[in-house]
């Protein structure tokens, strides 16, 4: 079994900048929030933030493939959906935490759900 690897995530609480809008896209830019690795991407025409981390080993999630609504991990093949973090498929035995999200003029925020 896979050790959850976000589970010392410390997501911050209040919004927090990650990018500016202009620089978020389909491809998962990786960013911080506070000390938290996050990745957001434009998903169906919103802006999703999710854990940078894969929980089954720590792979980056920023170089997983988006398809179908999901996104892979690389190391391993962890399947999880982009718009919750859902898992969809293993090895990964836990969701890919996810967070609130949101786009102002000058800046793309988040913050812990």
Known sequence: MGVDHTTTARPPSEWTRVAAPDDVSETPLRALAGETPVIVLRHRGT???LDARCPH???PMDEGEVRDDCITCPWHGS???????ALVQGPSTVNLPSYQCRVTTDAVEVRAR
């Open 79 to 85: 399947v999880f959906r982009v718009d919750n973090g």
């Open 47 to 49: 802006v999703v933030a």
């Open 57 to 59: 080993r720590g792979g």
